[in-house]
């Protein structure tokens, strides 16, 4: 009798595992469709989340018959594949340009040319953005919602501090070598950083070599042929090089990506550094920067053929909803990112919502649209702009006299990762031979080319 | 002479067979879903070329990719460098210490609670703590206390030379409670005897550690070297998160790689290669225990 009692309570407990385990995949039962979309990284402040709210609840009342969950998500390497599969990523998220070719030709994103077209804003995107989320046929698998031009970020309070004008940011990268310099010795902290982990050292160094006119690849879809040991990224590296070595300007650390690099910029340890332009909107809602010592303007460009990199990302519509979803999906990335860039009052609406929440408005980034377009809208939203535009005019008035070059597209994150080793190389190792590092990576980025 | 009684399904479930496999299952579902089935799921996984959605049988084009990766030496090489260091540095210590306070008299709670509290740090939260520790600048915390004793700041995770050491150092701070606690709990098991007969024979402290409390710790020591053996064959979290690798590859483990395989490019994620790289790696250890416990049980008897 013992036993079975025991064998029964047994069983129940496993009833109750298995129970609560299937009570985890309840789906909805409200007859709305439900759309899992993006927001922002986690971490993001309290304030990101009250805004966020609000459009959520703008939407609503809109489409009533669509229930809008929000997800955090960052777009990340390692785990973006992952969710991919695992079938826990948003239904709307974004993925940056360099990556959108890959997913669309491995059939990870949606097809979305036809709503596209009935939106009627095909013909409106810059060409050159639009080509990046179409195949070779055309057909149109996302909407590009932003986009950045690489800027030199710097510390306002540091310059004065060094004695040099924040007002007058340095123009040529003699000027910022010697910037650098002065702001070390004045204040004992690092006077320009560089980020050199997790591929943001491959961005960067790919930044710097178009700036100083060389290229890190050429060729088309198919046949790219690795030009990684150039005069332009020679350059580049001698000039991180001399100021690691020679002044002695770039502090202590040395293993920053994206995310500590902003930290350490916040916190103020960092003098100057390059990062996309858009950067500003996360250094003050994730990493706290004090607004008031913020400084952007453009990176220097020297030699013949020298441009800015710009990259950006694209709204994307996962490949395993269902029709419902897909349209809603459209619906939202159309009222989410693309209206406030075409139409006066959903940007007013935007901005306003934003603002009331304490969040970034007016961050320079560079048009998805037609430079027209772009110029317009932020006239439409020029009272309520918070981001202290008469420190970021070194950036407004160089910006557009800049040639936008785009991020290389064969493996770019792989060939990212081996240049991180670089960039490791030459500012932990003073006898580090750049030329013979150069020719490795190049070797190696042409076999990864040619598999 | 006893008579066992023959065992038939009828006295299993006399015996309470039935209510220990329904009290089992649970566990062993949960160990068959999250343990053994990955484990399965790897070895066929090295043997494709997938991206988690669709996969393709490949044959043994993984390990051939995987062993002609130059950068596999360099992990190798990492791996085992670590691991001596470890070895050398990491494995005496909480031996040593445990000796030592086992001789205290009082208040040996204390020590034992103090010697185990970072164990009681989560691991990650221990290593960022560390890494904040280590900065390099002369105002850093590790460097402000040698500037103390007149020693010029050190580079720590920043320079290719001393990246590897800072990682064993944390490691060894990290791990050492857990063993300590271990070997005090073995030298409890010490007949007190032995002590008293090498006394009476006149020996003197280190004779008796050496000759009795050594000696008598053998098969504990045994296994926690082949535990720390493993252990730091499969070092991954502290070079992921002091250095992501750097610097210029000077901390690339073998794990490291795996995970760089699977995870740093978020489209070509090679999860194929990676797998074939564990199940290597997997291998080389189990052969290693095989081995190892092959010789220990030949010095045990002896």
């Given at each position: 009798m ?10 129940l407990?496993?009833?109750?595992l298995?129970a609560?385990?299937a ?5 909805s039962?409200?007859?709305k469709?439900?759309l ?17 709210a ?5 939407f609503?009342k ?5 229930d ?15 969710q991919l599969?695992?079938?826990?990523l948003?239904d ?10 890959t997913?669309?030709e491995?059939?990870q ?8 077209e ?19 046929d ?9 986009a950045y031009?690489?800027g030199?970020h710097?510390n ?12 007058a940011p ?8 010697e910037a650098a310099?002065a ?7 690092a006077g320009?950083?560089q980020?050199s ?19 890190t ?5 198919g046949?790219y ?8 990224t ?5 000039f ?5 070595w020679?002044?002695n300007?770039?502090?202590?650390n ?12 916040a916190?103020g ?9 858009d950067?500003?909107t ?9 607004p ?5 303007t ?10 800015v ?13 269902s ?14 990112y ?5 139409n006066?009052?959903?940007?007013v609406?935007?901005?306003?919502t ?12 560079l048009p ?6 772009y110029?317009?809208s ?6 309520l ?5 008469d420190?970021m ?23 990212y ?5 670089v ?5 932990t190792d003073?006898?580090?031979?750049i ?5 490795k990576?190049?070797?190696?980025a042409q ?5 | ?8 399904p ?6 309470g ?10 566990m062993?579902l949960v ?5 053994w ?21 490949v ?19 990492n ?6 260091l ?9 031996i ?8 205290v008299?009082r208040?040996k709670g204390?020590?034992?609670a ?18 904040f520790?280590y ?21 720590w995770?920043?320079?290719q ?8 150092l ?17 030298l409890?098991?010490v007949?007190?005897?032995?002590y008293?007969a090498?006394?009476?024979?006149g020996a ?11 000696p008598q ?6 296994i926690?070297?082949i535990l720390?053996v493993?252990?730091?064959?499969q070092v991954?979290?502290e070079?992921?998160?002091?250095t992501?690798?750097?610097p ?6 073998v794990?490291l790689l795996?995970y ?6 978020s489209?070509?994620g ?15 250890l ?5 081995v ?6 030949k010095?045990?008897?002896?």
């Open positions: 013992k036993s079975r009692s025991k064998a029964l309570a047994a069983s407990a496993a009833v109750g298995v609560s385990l009570a985890c995949s309840a789906g039962s409200s007859g469709t439900e899992r979309v993006a927001t922002f990284p986690p971490g993001a402040d309290a304030a990101a989340y009250e805004a966020f609000a459009q959520e609840e703008q609503e809109a489409n009533p018959d669509i809008i969950i929000g997800v955090e998500y960052e777009w990340e390497g390692p785990t973006f594949a992952v599969a695992g079938g826990s948003p709307v998220f974004t993925v940056p340009f360099t990556d959108s070719k997913l669309l491995n059939g994103l949606m097809d979305v040319t036809a709503e596209v009935e939106l009627g804003y095909a013909d409106k995107f810059n060409p050159i953005i639009l080509e990046q989320v179409q195949d070779a055309g057909n149109i698998f996302g909407f590009p919602r932003q031009a690489m030199l710097y306002r309070d540091l310059f004065e501090q060094a004695g040099l004008d924040p007002d340095p123009t040529t990268w003699d000027e910022v070598r310099k702001i070390s010795e004045a204040t004992g902290k320009f950083a980020m982990m997790n591929n943001t050292g491959g961005w960067q160094l790919t930044a710097a070599t178009i700036a100083h006119g060389g290229r690849q050429e060729g088309t879809t046949s042929t690795s030009t990684i040991n150039n005069p332009g020679v350059a580049a590296l001698e991180l090089h001399d100021l690691r020679e002044d300007s770039m502090g202590s040395f293993l920053l990506d994206w995310g500590t690099i902003n930290q350490e910029f916190a340890n960092i003098g100057m550094y390059t990062s996309g332009s950067v500003y996360a250094l003050v809602r994730d990493f706290s920067l004090d008031a010592v913020y400084g952007l453009v990176i220097p460009l020297e030699g013949d053929d020298a441009g990199l710009g990259g950006g990302d694209i709204a994307v519509v996962s490949p395993t909803v029709e419902a979803e897909k349209a809603a999906a459209v619906k939202w990335i159309d009222w989410y693309m209206q406030k860039l075409l006066k009052d959903a940007a609406l935007d901005a306003q934003l603002v009331d929440s304490g969040q970034a408005v007016g961050t320079p980034v998805v649209l037609d430079q027209e377009t110029l317009e932020r006239e439409w939203i020029a009272d702009i918070n981001v202290p535009l420190q005019t070194g950036f407004f008035d160089g910006i557009f006299e800049q040639t936008p070059v785009g991020e290389p597209k064969g493996k770019t994150q792989e060939i990762a081996l240049l991180d080793t960039v490791q190389a030459v500012l003073q006898n580090a031979d030329d013979a590092l150069l020719t990576a190049d070797a190696d076999a990864l080319l040619d598999e | 002479m006893t008579r066992t009684p023959k065992r038939t009828a006295t299993w479930l006399r015996g067979g039935l209510s220990t496999l329904v009290f089992a299952l649970p062993v160990f068959a879903v999250f343990s089935s990955p484990i399965v799921q790897s070895f066929v996984m090295s043997l494709q070329k997938t991206n988690l959605i669709t996969s393709e049988w044959g043994l084009d993984n390990f051939v990719r995987v062993l002609s990766d130059p950068l596999l030496g360099t992990a190798v090489v791996t085992l460098y670590f691991a001596a470890a070895l050398v540095f990491g494995f005496p210590l909480p040593l210490l445990a000796v030592l306070m086992s001789e008299r208040g204390v020590y034992s103090l010697a185990y509290l970072p164990v009681i740090i989560p691991p990650v939260v221990a290593v960022l703590l560390w890494k520790f900065d390099a600048s002369p105002t850093g915390v590790f460097n402000s206390v040698l500037g103390w004793a007149g020693i010029p700041p050190q580079p995770l920043q320079a030379a001393t990246a590897m050491p800072s990682l064993v944390e490691a060894t701070w990290a791990a050492a409670g857990g063993s300590i606690i271990i070997y005090l709990a073995a409890l098991s007949p007190p005897e032995l008293d090498a006394e009476v024979d003197s402290i280190w004779h008796k550690i050496w000759h009795v409390t050594l710790l053998r098969g504990v020591i045994f926690m070297l720390q493993l252990a730091t064959a991954f979290l070079p992921f998160l002091f992501g690798g750097g210029n590859n000077a901390t690339v483990t794990l795996i760089r395989y699977a995870f740093q490019n489209l070509g090679n999860y194929g290669e990676a797998t074939a790289l564990s199940v290597l790696l997997a291998i080389v189990a052969l290693l225990s095989f190892y416990f092959k010789l220990t049980d010095w045990s008897a002896s």
